[in-house]
Each structure stands twice: as structure tokens, then as C-alpha cells.
């Protein structure tokens, strides 16, 4: 506890981390609360609120009633930049990606939807909920939604069969021009903790994409709740 400036509990963050990151695999339990007070010469209440805040970063999750645990965030950490294809991230960490529709169906665009997608109210519109998974556990829960005059004929079985870039692509000469994200932390709502199995109350990273072809017209919309524990959201800077 060298830097007098920062606040404890944020230098035990530091030093957490980098323990976590050097010297512990994904799942092996942490000291108690007590035995890291000890060892950092803190108080109960700097451990705690430092153990609160690499919780809400994912490098750590809790059990009740059996301790701390170091979260698989140091093994396989995702870099959501730059990338449009789940399948593809997945399979350059070397895991297997698969994904469940849980619903597709069409509905008919609210104001809030019209105005992300661009179309009028009451326009029809796709709705895909896809629960993402690597190796069989639950990563992401994605709702997405597609103006329906444009991808009209699209079923569930085409996007089993393929990733939806690819549908896009093959299928409706749909040619992606960008996408643009925004990522944004949370806590999981009860529903959607189901879904991505993990506790109740957990923290989660929010991801919002518009992707745009080369018309320049919005032809996705979709929103995701990602595990916090799985992802995190990296940028390099280049300096000019």
C-alpha cells in the first residue's frame, strides 16, 4: 500500500488483481475476508469494498456459504471491438459456439424501435432472442431486431444452419458497411440471470449494436446482456 493518493481499497483492488492475474487459475477459491486483512494489513472493510469492486469488474464471483472465487475473466477474456460474428470470437479462443432460439417471431415496431431502426410505427419487425453459448455454457442473451420488409422469409432453421452475417449476406446481398456499439455495465435482471445462469444481483455488460449496410440503412438492432465474468470490453489507443 504504497500510493497515498489512491484510496486503499482501491490500491487492494491493484494488488488483487494482479495476483489474480499472475498467481491463481479460473475458480480457485480466495483467503476469507479475514486472512486478506491480515495478509494486506488492512481492515475487514477495505477488503470488503475492494472484493465489492473486482466483482463488479468479473474477476471474481461469490458462492454463498463457500467463499470467493476467481472468475474465468483471466483465461479467457473477450474482446467485444471489432468484431460482428459470436461464432467467430468464439472459435479463435478455441471454443465450441452454439446458439439456442429461445423465440422468433414478428411484431410491430414501438416508438422506441422505430426510431432505432428508422422505420415508422407500427412497421413489421423481426424478433430474435438467441441465448449464445461456448462449450455448452451460457455466455450472452441476445434480443435482436430486423425490419421485416427486408429480410422477409427469414426463419429460425436459417439461422441454426449459419451465422446471421452470413444469412445476411448469402441470402439477402445484405453487405455491412459498419456497426456501431455501445457498451454500458449493469446488474442482470432476475429473468435474464436464468437465461446466462448466474446469480441473481449479478454484474453484467450491457451491449447495444446498429449495424448498417452499405445503403446506409439501419437493418439491425440488438440488444445484449453479456456475462460479466466472460467479457470485457478492451480498446487500444494509437498515438498519432
Same mark, same amino acid.
Given at each position: 500500500?504504497?500510493?497515498?493518493?489512491?484510496?486503499?481499497?482501491?490500491?487492494?483492488?491493484?494488488?488483487?488483481?494482479?495476483?489474480?492475474?499472475?498467481?491463481?487459475?479460473?475458480?480457485?477459491?480466495?483467503?476469507?475476508?479475514?486472512?486478506?486483512?491480515?495478509?494486506?494489513?488492512?481492515?475487514?472493510?477495505?477488503? @470488503? =469494498? $475492494?472484493?465489492? &469492486?473486482?466483482?463488479? *469488474?468479473?474477476?471474481? %464471483?461469490?458462492?454463498?456459504?463457500?467463499?470467493?472465487?476467481?472468475?474465468?475473466?483471466?483465461?479467457?477474456?473477450?474482446?467485444?471491438?471489432?468484431?460482428?460474428?459470436?461464432?467467430?470470437?468464439?472459435?479463435?479462443?478455441?471454443?465450441?459456439?452454439?446458439?439456442?432460439?429461445?423465440?422468433?417471431?414478428?411484431?410491430?415496431?414501438?416508438?422506441?424501435?422505430?426510431?432505432?431502426?428508422?422505420?415508422?410505427?407500427?412497421?413489421?419487425?423481426?424478433?430474435?432472442?438467441?441465448? @449464445? =453459448? $461456448?462449450?455448452? &455454457?451460457?455466455?450472452? *442473451?441476445?434480443?435482436? %431486431?430486423?425490419?421485416?420488409?427486408?429480410?422477409?422469409?427469414?426463419?429460425?432453421?436459417?439461422?441454426?444452419?449459419?451465422?446471421?452475417?452470413?444469412?445476411?449476406?448469402?441470402?439477402?446481398?445484405?453487405?455491412?458497411?459498419?456497426?456501431?456499439?455501445?457498451?454500458?455495465?449493469?446488474?442482470?435482471?432476475?429473468?435474464?440471470?436464468?437465461?446466462?445462469?448466474?446469480?441473481?444481483?449479478?454484474?453484467?455488460?450491457?451491449?447495444?449494436?446498429?449495424?448498417?449496410?452499405?445503403?446506409?440503412?439501419?437493418?439491425?438492432?440488438?440488444?445484449?446482456?453479456?456475462?460479466?465474468?466472460?467479457?470485457?470490453?478492451?480498446?487500444?489507443?494509437?498515438?498519432?
Amino acid at each position: 500500500m504504497k500510493n497515498k493518493k489512491q484510496p486503499l481499497y482501491g490500491q487492494l483492488v491493484d494488488e488483487l488483481k494482479e495476483s489474480i492475474e499472475k498467481e491463481h487459475q479460473a475458480h480457485d477459491l480466495l483467503p476469507s475476508e479475514r486472512e486478506l486483512a491480515e495478509i494486506h494489513g488492512v481492515s475487514r472493510t477495505t477488503v @470488503r =469494498l $475492494a472484493l465489492q &469492486e473486482l466483482e463488479n *469488474l468479473g474477476f471474481i %464471483y461469490k458462492k454463498h456459504g463457500k467463499g470467493t472465487f476467481v472468475s474465468g475473466v483471466s483465461d479467457s477474456i473477450l474482446n467485444l471491438t471489432g468484431a460482428y460474428s459470436f461464432t467467430e470470437q468464439m472459435k479463435s479462443l478455441g471454443k465450441e459456439p452454439s446458439t439456442k432460439i429461445l423465440e422468433f417471431l414478428v411484431v410491430e415496431s414501438n416508438n422506441y424501435l422505430s426510431e432505432q431502426l428508422g422505420v415508422h410505427k407500427g412497421s413489421q419487425l423481426i424478433k430474435i432472442k438467441r441465448l @449464445r =453459448l $461456448a462449450d455448452g &455454457e451460457p455466455m450472452m *442473451l441476445e434480443r435482436t %431486431y430486423l425490419p421485416y420488409k427486408r429480410f422477409e422469409g427469414l426463419t429460425s432453421e436459417m439461422l441454426e444452419e449459419k451465422p446471421m452475417y452470413d444469412v445476411f449476406y448469402d441470402t439477402y446481398n445484405q453487405r455491412i458497411k459498419y456497426a456501431e456499439e455501445e457498451f454500458y455495465a449493469s446488474i442482470v435482471s432476475d429473468k435474464d440471470a436464468e437465461y446466462i445462469e448466474v446469480p441473481i444481483g449479478s454484474a453484467a455488460l450491457n451491449l447495444v449494436r446498429k449495424t448498417v449496410n452499405q445503403e446506409n440503412e439501419i437493418i439491425e438492432y440488438t440488444l445484449s446482456v453479456a456475462r460479466a465474468d466472460q467479457f470485457r470490453y478492451k480498446v487500444l489507443h494509437h498515438k498519432n
